[in-house]
């Protein structure tokens, strides 16, 4: 899709003037009606709206983007800032100050160049494709040792606990080299992170859980380093509040968002058997498959930005110090860019979604999250063949108030095979 012409100043200015505050959405968020896969229907609803205003949480008149041009310009725009402390919230949460504080040490989300800079350049080469999918044979490893696990319990299993959890929390501990042994250390305080319905006292105590159990590691890592990622950083100029910082951001990037993929990447499959059979029939399908998976169901949203200055995108001026919500949804949503948007089609060629974000702040993990998802999703199907939901698809209950978006819990159920 070609980007919006730009209008002349006068234009854009013209076109943002005209908004009356009684029309400002709030950020929609409902998605009790219709498929559990899509967005809330008043986001796709304004596919042809790609930019408009937006009230937020604290009264704030900024801005909402659901057209996928307009996003990927904005993430890749460097006069839009990640700071913290310049953005407002655009959903409301228990407890939260009214203004936002500058982000903690080694955050680098909430960091602009040139300090988010140096944290990445010390972190890419660490990430590489290359180096990601030489880990390839421990996914499978770790893999095929939780479905063994799960065929020894026997059908009816909760897939969130026998594999979509497990996996990834397996793969960041090895890389990070934190032992799995500690995992329920900081798994609960992780999610309590990601919950929207936690409130800012809960969210502090489980972030300062995980901070306390990383500063440790780190001083673990420094006395005796190890063939891992953290051991690896010691040998930098990072402090170890640096290192500390890093470390927790990467513990639980790496796995809520994976964990989610993978849980409700299987619910969508078994929602959509044609497709699942298409994967069946051409295992080869496994990486086309994560990519669909990933912006059909977009599980991270939103990201949000603040301008630095006033800047022209798809025909509004965006005024420096108004807050830029970008609906990661609507955009790998929009009919402009992904034709029939709403359907999971297995062949579409779906590079270019924005689910691991833009630009100079795109999701370092990324890499390894596809490797995880191309061996586990036609592993499990293939162990399993007549793998299936053991309640009615209404009945799965929805993870639907966390910045991560996925399930509470996958009942699955099977058919045993019977020895001859």
């Not at 100043?9 to 943002?16: C, E, F, I, S, Y």
């Not at 908004?19 to 009606?33: A, C, H, I, Q």
């Not at 310009?73 to 700071?83: E, G, M, T, V």
Request: proline residues 8%.
């Amino acid at each position: 899709m070609s980007y919006d012409p730009t209008p002349t100043p006068t234009t854009a200015l013209a076109a943002t003037t005209t908004d009356v505050l009684g029309e400002l959405p709030t950020l929609p968020t409902d998605r009790r009606t219709g498929c559990p896969f899509d967005p809330p229907a008043e986001l796709t609803a304004l596919s042809d709206t790609p930019l408009r205003r937006m009230r937020y949480a604290d009264g704030h008149i900024g801005w909402l983007v659901t057209g996928h041009a307009a996003a990927r310009a904005i993430l890749a725009d460097p006069r839009f800032s990640s700071r913290y402390e310049l953005l407002h919230l655009p959903m409301p949460i228990e407890g939260a100050p009214a203004e936002l504080p500058p982000a903690p040490v080694g955050d680098m989300i909430g960091l602009d160049a040139p300090e988010h800079t140096r944290y990445r350049r010390l972190l890419t080469g660490r990430f590489t494709v290359r180096r990601m999918r030489q880990l390839a044979e421990r996914v499978e490893q770790f893999t095929a040792e939780q479905l063994d696990a799960m065929e020894q319990a026997g059908p009816t299993v909760d897939l969130v606990e026998a594999l979509a959890q497990p996996v990834p929390a397996l793969m960041i501990c090895e890389l990070l080299g934190v032992p799995y042994a500690d995992r329920q250390r900081f798994q609960g305080d992780v999610a309590t992170l990601f919950d929207q319905t936690a409130g800012a006292e809960a969210s502090g105590r489980a972030y300062a859980a995980v901070h306390q159990y990383l500063n440790e590691l780190v001083l673990a890592k420094r006395a005796e380093p190890g063939d891992d990622l953290l051991s690896d950083l010691t040998a930098s100029d990072l402090t170890d509040e640096e290192l500390t910082g890093i470390g927790g951001l990467l513990l639980a990037a790496g796995l809520d968002t994976t964990a989610n993929m993978l849980a409700l990447g299987t619910f969508a499959l078994l929602s959509n058997p044609d497709q699942l059979d298409a994967l069946r029939a051409d295992p080869g399908l496994a990486e086309q498959t994560v990519e669909e998976l990933l912006r059909y169901l977009s599980v991270a949203d939103p990201l949000t930005r603040s301008a630095l200055e006033d800047v022209e995108v798809a025909g509004r001026l965006i005024r420096a110090g108004e807050t830029v919500t970008v609906s990661v949804q609507a955009a790998n949503r929009d009919p402009h860019r992904f034709p029939g948007p709403d359907r999971l089609d297995l062949h579409r060629k779906a590079t270019g979604h924005l689910s691991f974000g833009h630009g100079a702040h795109q999701c370092l993990g990324q890499q390894l999250a596809r490797v995880e998802m191309a061996v586990a999703f036609p592993t499990l199907f293939a162990r399993f063949p007549t793998l299936r939901l053991a309640v009615p698809p209404e009945e799965v209950p929805l993870r639907d108030r966390a910045n991560i978006y996925g399930v509470i819990s996958l009942p699955v159920t099977w058919d045993e095979e019977v020895a001859p």
